[in-house]
């Protein structure tokens, strides 16, 4: 489908992950691009909020963009979510691999990048394609623990995880995002699992060799950016700073400041509304 807005097309297609599929869409310059991205998006967080970043990628960058949603979320929803048995690790090791693996198929001579939001880029160090990454973004992602947040959203967050959402999750068999103010509903395992780790001291480091893979990436070799805001109540800088330990000893730090860029706040989230497009050449910025 062209885009007349921004004249660049954009083609909706299903990619196999296992024995499910996910939703996605791919945004394509004009030109044969040299360089394309996979965004794995936030919890919660569905692919069309990454639309205008993603937009801009391909009609001012000429990178091929795709956006997609993890199984049972969002778009990719197939099932009653009472009857999903997803994972967060299944998005991780999974999901965000199967979706890298279409963009390798389709642009084989291309560099690929991976722009990771919150929990998109958090188990990076122990995805399984690593060394097939030419280069990983990290926006707002880190090992947090709930003695990270600070007060009064530690208050909230501990409500989150110990309130009125595992009750909810509990009686429902899903996550009711609505209901519990979260926004959009998740699979039962993916919020226990993600519950499980942002209340555990190292997070989910303890899992790592067990439950989940070897943490590789220092031995890829590949670039990685991690970037936190200073005004990121969800994901501190500190949490943030753990995951680029993880990452390993040449990983590059930046540390943000919404008054950088002339905006009065991003926060977790903020930065890839098309408000702050301010910030957008620094997070791709070599």
Not at 33 to 53: C, E, L, Q, W
Not at 90 to 110: G, H, I, T, Y
Not at 151 to 167: T, V
Not at 245 to 266: A, C, M, N, V, W
Request: charged letters at 20%.
């Amino acid at each position: 489908m062209l885009d007349t807005q921004t004249a660049i097309l954009t083609e909706d297609f299903p990619i196999p992950c296992g024995q499910a599929t996910m939703s996605a869409r791919l945004y394509l310059p004009a030109t044969d691009p040299k360089t394309v991205v996979v965004i794995n998006s936030a919890t919660g967080v569905p692919r069309d909020y990454y639309r205008h970043f993603a937009r801009w990628l391909a009609a001012e960058q000429g990178i091929a963009c795709l956006t997609y949603d993890y199984r049972d979320f969002g778009h990719s929803v197939q099932r009653r979510m009472s009857s999903a048995k997803t994972t967060m690790a299944d998005w991780a090791l999974v999901d965000m691999p199967a979706a890298r693996a279409e963009m390798r198929r389709r642009f084989p001579d291309a560099a690929h990048w991976t722009i990771g939001h919150s929990v998109g880029a958090m188990l990076g160090p122990v995805q399984p394609d690593a060394e097939q990454i030419d280069r990983m973004i990290c926006v707002c992602s880190g090992l947090v623990t709930l003695a990270d947040h600070p007060w009064p959203y530690r208050a909230l967050a501990w409500l989150f995880w110990y309130g009125h959402a595992p009750l909810a999750t509990r009686m429902l068999g899903y996550l009711p995002g609505k209901l519990t103010g979260f926004g959009t509903d998740l699979p039962a395992a993916v919020y226990w699992q993600w519950r499980r780790w942002c209340t555990a001291p190292k997070n989910y480091v303890p899992d790592i060799g067990n439950l989940l893979p070897d943490a590789n990436w220092p031995k890829a070799g590949r670039q990685v950016d991690l970037f936190t805001f200073d005004d990121d109540q969800m994901v501190p800088p500190e949490a943030v700073w753990r995951l680029a330990d993880l990452y390993g000893p040449d990983t590059r730090r930046h540390l943000l400041s919404p008054q950088e860029f002339g905006l009065k706040e991003i926060g977790h989230i903020g930065a890839f509304a098309r408000r702050n497009a301010a910030v957008w050449p620094r997070l791709i910025a070599l």
